[in-house]
């Protein structure tokens, strides 16, 4: 479907990571930056019109919100989300179409794919800092973390997956499913200042799921030189930039 007004649907969840920003913010500047045009979609207060859920790109935030919830936002996006991946996956060759989705939005498109109980809450800590992930290039690439809920490496013998990425110890941090679907378990699109500032703002539940702030910076400080928003647009941003380079 032809749409004269969207380039890329950003679903944007709730929740504010840094002091008075969005889980879409980041994602929106680095799009804007590349004269895409967006559609900001808050789909825990409203759900997505046949408009948007027919739109070829689709960018998935982080958030605050579990695919287990049942909030109606949540259910209402798990189910126009199949809508999206069974449409999306099924596209001649020939027709552009992309979703991607960072930290929660992974876990939504394996929810949507399958079942939310394939994310689960892991016996370890809450991850949070700057780790390499290895699988997506030669070389490891730094990514930003924040999440408690991982994916259930049962996924990757439901799903059909070309490549999954990984980390240290998480065996699951993102993967590709066909030529079209793209999801990170980090926050590709948030910056070693970016995560300084994170790590501060939310000391109180960081703590409360078992880590500490301590060890966070440290991560930083080991990987954070080593991270460019180079990797973002790589990442998130040129998906949708090059339809022909779609793989």
């Known amino acids: 479907i032809a749409m004269t007004d969207i380039d890329v649907v950003l679903w944007v969840s709730r929740g504010e990571p840094l002091p008075t920003l969005s889980y ?13 045009r967006i559609r900001a979609v808050p789909y825990m207060k409203r759900p997505l019109t046949p408009e948007e859920i027919n739109a070829p790109y689709h960018l998935l935030s982080g958030g605050e919100v579990p695919v287990h919830s049942n909030e109606r936002g ?47 809450e892991p ?9 390499p992930v290895f699988g997506i290039s030669d070389q490891p690439l730094p990514m930003a973390m924040f999440h408690y809920h991982r994916v259930d490496p049962a996924f990757a013998s439901v799903a059909t997956l070309n490549t999954v990425y990984t980390t240290a110890d998480n065996p ?18 948030l910056s070693p200042n970016d995560m300084r500032l994170l790590i501060a703002h939310n000391k109180a539940t960081i703590e409360e799921y078992g880590a500490t702030t301590e060890a966070a910076l440290a991560q930083l400080d080991q990987w954070g030189d080593d991270w460019h928003v180079g990797l973002t647009d790589q990442l998130l941003i040129k998906p949708f930039l090059n339809p022909a380079q779609e793989q």
């Open 123 to 131: 016996a370890q800590p809450i991850n949070v800092g700057m780790e």
């Open 172 to 189: 699951i941090t993102g993967f590709r499913l066909g030529r079209r679907v793209t999801a990170y378990q980090g926050h590709p699109e």
């Open 24 to 36: 879409g913010t980041r994602l929106a500047e680095r799009l804007r930056a590349y004269d895409l």
């Open 74 to 120: 949540m259910v209402d996006a798990l189910r126009a989300l199949g809508q999206v991946l069974d449409r999306t996956m099924a596209l001649p060759t020939d027709q552009p179409g992309q979703v991607i989705g960072t930290c929660l939005g992974m876990q939504m498109i394996v929810a949507a794919l399958s079942t939310p109980a394939m994310v689960i």
